[in-house]
């Protein structure tokens, strides 16, 4: 758990969404929508969280959470087109006569598979980062969808295409994944809400589901309802069977079929000899990193692999 600093989370959370009539409060399995973004705020910055709404349901569903909403959100700054820095700013001014806050933390309502760890690896990235002005979360853009690869439809009815490329040349590129978590420093986004400095925070695909449009909605409720859900003496089992020390010793004694042949010899290289210290990078076939690091990004941060 991220020890508290001067943050302040922000839900913003306003009526009359037009692609799926009140959003916020729509039933997605056993919860409204919302609720899912009220349910993992980490418990060190409960007080400190506020949702920015002009809708009476949503506050009465926040009460009941223990967040903060007492700030009426006014109807200037409830429209489709206010900026999410005229949101920021609304909100500054009316908490200035009563507290300062040093980070505005964003959490849109509409991203129901983010969790607290999330939030507390974010927070952690950026107050580690001394210069930075932001923090956004992304996701990594598929290769078949980057601009090298993009193509262009001319008069005639055919195809532009660009120059192939071999894909370890292509560049990475990153999209913002709906605002599933925002940080950002006081007061930049008087000037510009991300500033200059922006620290990317990588996300996966579950993670990062942003729910805007029916279709959204429709794969929430696919993924809601199958998720597979671990009972906590069958989840101890599994953290006891795999413990470092356990598996270290199975693999000294047996070895293990599925560990990978390195790239400087022919034999098996064990994965479980060096612990946190494990330099995978220099072991493994630069394409498998690659596509490792892509698959458990946000399990890497988490154990210092990155």
Same mark, same amino acid.
């Given at each position: 758990?991220?020890?508290?600093?001067?943050?302040?989370?922000?839900?913003?959370?306003?009526?009359?969404?037009?692609?799926?009539?009140?959003?916020?409060?729509?039933?997605?399995?056993?919860?409204?929508?919302?609720?899912?973004?009220?349910?993992?705020?980490?418990?060190?910055?409960?007080?400190?969280?506020?949702?920015?709404?002009?809708?009476?349901?949503?506050?009465? /569903?926040?009460?009941?959470?223990?967040?903060?909403?007492?700030?009426?959100?006014?109807?200037?700054?409830?429209?489709?087109?206010?900026?999410?820095?005229?949101? $920021?700013?609304?909100?500054?001014?009316?908490?200035?006569?009563?507290?300062?806050?040093?980070?505005?933390? /964003?959490?849109?309502?509409?991203?129901?598979?983010?969790?607290?760890?999330?939030?507390?690896?974010?927070?952690?990235?950026?107050?580690?980062?001394?210069?930075?002005?932001?923090?956004?979360?992304?996701?990594?853009?598929?290769?078949?969808?980057?601009?090298?690869?993009?193509?262009?439809?001319?008069?005639?009815?055919?195809?532009?295409?660009?120059?192939?490329?071999?894909?370890?040349?292509?560049?990475?590129?990153?999209?913002?994944?709906?605002?599933?978590?925002? $940080?950002?420093?006081?007061?930049?986004?008087?000037?510009?809400?991300?500033?200059?400095?922006?620290?990317?925070?990588?996300?996966?695909?579950?993670?990062?589901?942003?729910?805007?449009?029916?279709?959204?909605?429709?794969?929430?409720?696919?993924?809601?309802?199958?998720?597979?859900?671990?009972?906590?003496?069958?989840?101890?089992? /599994? $953290?006891?069977?795999?413990?470092?020390?356990?598996?270290?010793?199975?693999?000294?004694?047996?070895?293990?079929?599925?560990?990978?042949?390195?790239?400087?010899?022919?034999?098996?290289?064990?994965?479980?000899?060096?612990?946190?210290?494990?330099?995978?990078?220099?072991?493994?076939?630069?394409?498998?990193?690659?596509?490792?690091?892509?698959?458990?990004?946000?399990?890497?941060?988490?154990?210092?692999?990155?």
């Amino acid at each position: 758990m991220i020890k508290k600093k001067n943050f302040a989370i922000l839900i913003p959370a306003r009526k009359g969404s037009k692609t799926i009539k009140n959003k916020n409060i729509i039933r997605l399995g056993k919860k409204k929508l919302i609720e899912y973004t009220f349910s993992e705020i980490p418990k060190n910055l409960l007080k400190d969280t506020y949702v920015v709404s002009n809708d009476e349901r949503v506050k009465k /569903i926040a009460k009941k959470y223990k967040i903060n909403n007492s700030y009426i959100r006014p109807n200037d700054l409830s429209r489709d087109n206010t900026s999410l820095g005229d949101t $920021i700013f609304g909100f500054d001014n009316w908490i200035n006569a009563k507290k300062k806050y040093d980070f505005y933390l /964003i959490l849109q309502p509409t991203s129901p598979f983010r969790k607290s760890y999330h939030i507390d690896l974010a927070l952690k990235k950026i107050l580690n980062d001394k210069i930075a002005d932001s923090l956004v979360s992304c996701v990594e853009v598929p290769h078949n969808f980057t601009p090298e690869l993009l193509m262009t439809k001319k008069n005639d009815g055919y195809l532009k295409v660009k120059k192939l490329f071999n894909r370890q040349k292509k560049k990475l590129y990153f999209a913002r994944n709906g605002a599933a978590i925002y $940080i950002i420093k006081h007061p930049v986004f008087y000037k510009n809400v991300f500033g200059k400095n922006v620290l990317p925070f990588l996300m996966d695909f579950k993670s990062s589901i942003d729910v805007n449009t029916l279709e959204d909605l429709k794969l929430a409720r696919i993924i809601s309802k199958y998720e597979k859900k671990f009972d906590d003496e069958k989840a101890k089992k /599994i $953290i006891q069977e795999c413990k470092f020390d356990k598996l270290q010793r199975l693999e000294k004694i047996n070895g293990f079929r599925e560990a990978m042949i390195g790239k400087n010899n022919n034999e098996r290289l064990r994965f479980f000899n060096l612990g946190s210290d494990n330099d995978y990078k220099k072991l493994l076939d630069g394409d498998l990193v690659h596509e490792m690091n892509n698959l458990y990004r946000v399990e890497l941060e988490k154990y210092n692999y990155e």
